[in-house]
């Protein structure tokens, strides 16, 4: 259950660091793909994947 | 570019990344929460709750229906289960067609249409599976959830480097962890595979089972297919089995349980409880590795271009042509392997015997379709309408 609990705060975290990345991108392409690579961790986070 | 539009642009672009968010989420949730009916057959006399033998996964995504029929004769007891691999759709649809139509006269029957519920609410992650297949009744139509392999990571995870295998220590591959058949006999404090393993032990331990029976399906590529495995105490009942169906309805093997492959329901069952184990296998073209388009139509007709072209190239451990392998004569050949298993085993063992009724043979099933023997949850009593 730690464990678990470990790899949901570290999937945050990984997420946040995406929304940051976005922030402070200057290309929308790599926006975009920050975007992308968000997503799948939205969802585990979420607990809906 | 100055701030102001930067930062409008970036907001939408995580807009767009939300609305993407929010309607897979969605896809996911309903997928994932899809009640799947079961019409209570005449046969059924009691539904208990896999919890019962082991409160520890009482109120867990594995907390399955046990579907129990017993008949007005003592006899022996028998278990079915489904949904090990739910992604292997004809035993699931074997279990709908039992707990739906059966009836038992003498002995006890156990069916959990579930086995591994966890893991019929989930697709193969990177598959690009099918959320769900669609099953045509005269009623109308009924919709399962296609599942996978293994137990859903929203309920257990993360897996480990390796999997280590409790009791034995043998070291199988890292997912397997969440794999039911390769998880038992269980660990009352191990992950929730292992304790659905643990408590399915404890069922057959406190029910005396005297036979259980895994149903499965195969890729055409792995060499143990349209078989019956069996453990060392079901050899004889397995090898009969497999000569009176291969005679009268259609080619069926018969292979031993390998000692040194630990986990798997066949080996383990039969070594940690007092039942014999026997595991059936029919033809799955949607497993194997060479597939097209992984679609609903190729989960139920089981037609792949690719699959018969690895079959020309001699890659295949069974025939395949242009008619597929539909779920119709899968689900058929689950029927008749039960049929005569139960039939065989109720010849040499009377006062254990256990016997069936109003459960369709391989040839019944072919012609009229999986669909003829699925009931209508709208036109039954609500009290007999339960959900998996």
Request: glycine share 8%.
């Amino acid at each position: 259950m730690i464990i678990t609990i470990l790899y949901y705060l570290l999937v945050a975290y990984v997420a946040s660091l995406m929304i940051w990345n976005i922030l402070k991108s200057k290309k929308w392409q790599e926006e975009v793909l920050y975007v992308i690579v968000l997503v799948p961790f939205l969802l585990r986070l979420l607990r809906l994947k | 570019m100055n701030r102001g539009r930067q930062m409008l642009r970036k907001i939408l672009i995580l807009a767009l990344g939300l609305v993407l968010a929010f309607f897979s989420g969605l896809s996911f949730y309903r997928s994932r929460h899809l009640k799947e009916p079961v019409v209570l057959g005449p046969g059924v006399t009691q539904v208990k709750k896999l919890s019962e033998y082991f409160p520890a996964i009482r109120g867990s995504t594995n907390d399955a229906n046990v579907y129990v029929m017993a008949g007005a004769k003592p006899g022996g007891s028998i278990l079915i289960l489904g949904a090990s691999h739910p992604e292997e759709p004809a035993g699931r649809l074997t279990t709908w067609i039992l707990t739906e139509n059966a009836a038992v006269e003498q002995g006890r029957l156990f069916v959990l249409n579930s086995a591994n519920r966890s893991g019929t609410t989930v697709t193969r992650l990177g598959g690009a599976y099918p959320a769900d297949y669609t099953i045509r009744t005269a009623w109308g139509e009924q919709k399962f959830r296609t599942g996978d392999r293994w137990s859903n990571p929203l309920d257990q995870w993360p897996d480990p480097e390796v999997y280590i295998h409790y009791p034995t220590r043998q070291e199988l591959a890292y997912m397997d962890i969440r794999n039911l058949n390769r998880t038992w006999p269980g660990r009352p404090n191990g992950t929730l595979t292992e304790k659905t393993c643990y408590a399915l032990t404890q069922l057959i331990k406190e029910e005396k089972v005297d036979i259980v029976i895994d149903l499965h399906e195969a890729e055409l590529q792995y060499p143990v297919i349209s078989t019956i495995v069996a453990h060392q105490k079901g050899q004889d009942l397995a090898a009969l089995a497999s000569m009176m169906i291969s005679a009268e309805e259609f080619n069926i093997g018969m292979e031993n349980s390998p000692k040194a492959l630990r986990g798997l329901s066949h080996r383990e069952i039969g070594d940690n409880t007092g039942a014999i184990s026997l595991l059936f296998e029919t033809p799955e073209p949607f497993l194997d590795a060479t597939r097209g388009r992984t679609d609903a139509r190729l989960l139920l007709e089981g037609k792949d271009e690719f699959v018969v072209r690895a079959g020309k190239h001699g890659l295949l451990y069974e025939k395949i042509d242009d008619k597929g392998w539909p779920i119709d004569i899968r689900v058929g050949r689950h029927c008749s392997t039960i049929i005569q298993v139960l039939d065989l085993w109720s010849q040499d063992h009377a006062d254990k015997a256990v016997v069936m009724k109003n459960v369709p043979k391989y040839n019944e099933v072919v012609q009229k379709g999986v669909g003829a023997f699925l009931r209508d949850p709208a036109k039954a009593a609500p009290k007999t309408v339960y959900y998996e």
